[in-house]
């Protein structure tokens, strides 16, 4: 199998992926109208909370100092002034819940799309995919790589974009009061960012850690609770605690490191908020209480007490909002992190379908084929030509193998000079160790992989040319491991043909030999089955399988060690049905046990990806070679 694939870490202080941060920004392209009412609130919002502190000035110089001075208290003039600032902050509150459920709206709205995309990518992915990255993995993609997005929409982007208003306002503000002990914030802002600028760099690196290793222990996880019976029947208990402790502690360290700075961040920045602060009431105290020279860059002498309380209070809302901006951007960057996993999923390269010959229902009129509007009983390769014609043949169920072979990583050959010849109606058995091969080749059948030399013909046509999914709706499929979903017994069947009528499932299982169990259960075919029919025995769940692979009516039968996992009673069931369910089909049987092919018009021994024998099983019993050496020592391949 190809080797499973890792991310890359980033660098320690690299910076959030533009090119995936724009990727993310055209998904609300839609909403653009609704994005820019919210940028509109945030500024009513900050505007509103710039304006409220200067409003303390006008409290103080206009209403607090002179009736101090004259001992008069107006209180009209108190109301004005409580009644404009309690405006401004019903403004500033009705803006952020306004903008707060905007931003809702277009986060989920943008993970539906984005999870829609995922799913549908999934669907057309190759199962090469699926064999280099675990359940577990793609599973995070869903889950923690999804929310840190919604987080990011949600929280992060709202609050950068809030912060950075915020701070405008403020320093317009700040510069309105004073010019003088702005630029002393400024030069205190500057001496701290070149400080904060040294613990920012490996931020980046460990929330991506973070996320990898989370990936990591969530997919290990989800592994051990689906082998939670094989593990306690082999006592791996105190193995997989240690594992998962070994994997947690991966995770606890990145996470911790990475949060441990994050965190810092804002005691930090109130650390040096409170140093500016003592700084500027310093310099404002002194400016508000000396004999000042003309200060004619501004036009006033001092500055007012009034000014001077106002001005405190802007310089802590102006360190907030940056410790805010650097909070929201360590988000940012484990967000990206997860949307470039996303992306990357969203990349992968599709299963590639260049087939052009389709499947139709088809009629015979005066000996010739046509196609038919409405279903027939019978079914025809519909081959359009480059000349133009285009023809129609019958499907019978021939296929051929001419000098195939196959590797799962190019170099490495698993066939070798595979030829073989399957008449419509016969049965081939594959017999072979584990690793022969012989699961590789029905699955070259339906292209579920490609080969890498030879041909493969169905009825006479390169199934390169058959599109894959017209060639894998002509074929039945039985696997040894069974795929049962949450549904009644009757759609887990009717999945093998959604058209099928409840007449039709029920005579499929009948051939199948599994309408009398299901008879038995509480609400008979309308029982709804759980986690994978885990109420079900093995034999049931193969019996639904195979009425599964019976409802759609297939010319061509593939039974991957169909009956493996069964009891002897149980398998004659299946064989009483196989038999039925076979007549007049061609089907390829991979089978452990030598009982179930012996009825078999052919029987391939494989052996390291070679075909090594072949005949009926007399004629193999005659050779005295591998067969026979199976066949009289035991009836289970080890």
């Not at 409220?52 to 002034?81: A, C, E, K, N, W």
């Not at 990349?347 to 139709?360: A, H, I, K, P, S």
Request: charged share 20%; aromatic share 10%; with cysteine.
């Amino acid at each position: 199998m190809p080797p499973m694939k890792h991310s890359v870490p980033r660098k320690p202080g690299e910076r959030p992926d533009l090119k995936t941060l724009l990727r993310l920004l055209s998904y609300m392209k839609k909403y653009r109208p609704i994005l820019a009412l919210g940028v509109v609130l945030i500024l009513f919002s900050a505007i509103a909370s710039a304006a409220s502190f200067l409003f303390l000035r006008f409290v103080i110089d206009d209403f607090i100092m002179p009736s101090i001075q004259s001992g008069y208290t107006d209180m009209r003039v108190l109301v004005r002034i409580l009644t404009t600032v309690a405006c401004i902050y019903l403004v500033g509150i009705l803006s952020n819940f306004i903008m707060t459920r905007l931003m809702v709206i277009i986060a989920h709205n943008t993970l539906k799309v984005i999870r829609d995309q995922m799913f549908e990518k999934m669907q057309n992915l190759p199962i090469t995919y699926f064999d280099t990255h675990s359940y577990g993995e793609i599973m995070s993609l869903y889950t923690n790589d999804a929310d840190t997005l919604r987080q990011m929409i949600t929280q992060a982007f709202p609050q950068i974009t809030s912060s950075f208003f915020s701070i405008t306002t403020v320093f317009i503000s700040m510069l309105y009061s004073s010019v003088y002990l702005t630029s002393l914030v400024i030069v205190i802002m500057i001496i701290s960012f070149q400080f904060i600028k040294l613990i920012t760099k490996k931020i980046g690196f460990y929330f991506v850690e973070q996320q990898k290793t989370l990936a990591a222990l969530n997919g290990y996880v989800e592994e051990m609770i689906h082998g939670q019976k094989v593990i306690k029947v082999f006592c791996h208990e105190q193995k997989n605690i240690e594992e998962l402790v070994e994997k947690n502690q991966a995770w606890c360290s990145a996470s911790t490191k990475a949060n441990a700075y994050a965190t810092s961040m804002p005691p930090i920045m109130n650390a040096l908020g409170y140093l500016q602060y003592v700084a500027v009431a310093f310099v404002g105290g002194w400016m508000a209480i000396a004999e000042m020279p003309n200060l004619s860059i501004v036009g006033m002498n001092v500055i007012s007490i009034g000014v001077l309380a106002s001005f405190l209070t802007l310089t802590r809302n102006f360190t907030h909002p940056i410790s805010m901006i650097s909070n929201q951007f360590n988000a940012i960057v484990a967000s990206l992190a997860g949307a470039k996993r996303i992306f990357t999923l969203l990349d992968e390269q599709e299963e590639t379908d260049e087939g052009y010959v389709t499947l139709v229902h088809a009629k015979e009129i005066d000996g010739n084929i046509v196609e038919s509007d409405t279903p027939t009983n019978m079914w025809a390769w519909k081959h359009p030509h480059h000349d133009g014609t285009l023809t129609y043949k019958k499907l019978e169920g021939k296929i051929i193998f001419d000098t195939v072979d196959f590797a799962y990583t190019p170099g490495k050959n698993v066939l070798h000079d595979i030829s073989l010849y399957a008449k419509p109606g016969q049965k081939i058995a594959f017999v072979g160790a584990t690793g022969a091969g012989k699961t590789t080749i029905t699955n070259l059948i339906n292209r579920f992989y490609d080969i890498a030399d030879g041909k493969i013909r169905y009825d006479d046509i390169n199934i390169n040319k058959i599109k894959k999914s017209d060639l894998r709706r002509s074929l039945g499929i039985v696997l040894q491991d069974v795929n049962l979903f949450t549904d009644t017994v009757m759609e887990n069947i009717r999945y093998g043909n959604p058209d099928a009528t409840d007449e039709q499932v029920i005579a499929a299982a009948k051939m199948a030999n599994a309408d009398s169990f299901i008879q038995m259960l509480p609400e008979g075919y309308n029982t709804i089955l759980q986690g994978d029919g885990s109420g079900l025995s093995q034999g049931q769940r193969q019996l639904i399988s195979i009425a599964r692979a019976a409802v759609s009516n297939p010319p061509v039968m593939i039974l991957d060690e169909a009956t493996s996992s069964i009891d002897t009673r149980t398998e004659k069931l299946i064989q009483d049905g196989m038999d039925r369910l076979m007549a007049g089909r061609t089907v390829f049987v991979i089978a452990h046990r030598l009982s179930t092919v012996q009825n078999a018009n052919a029987i391939m021994v494989l052996d390291h990806g070679r075909i090594i024998e072949r005949g009926t099983h007399e004629e193999l019993i005659k050779q005295e070679g591998t067969y026979y050496k199976l066949y009289k020592g035991a009836f289970e391949l080890e």
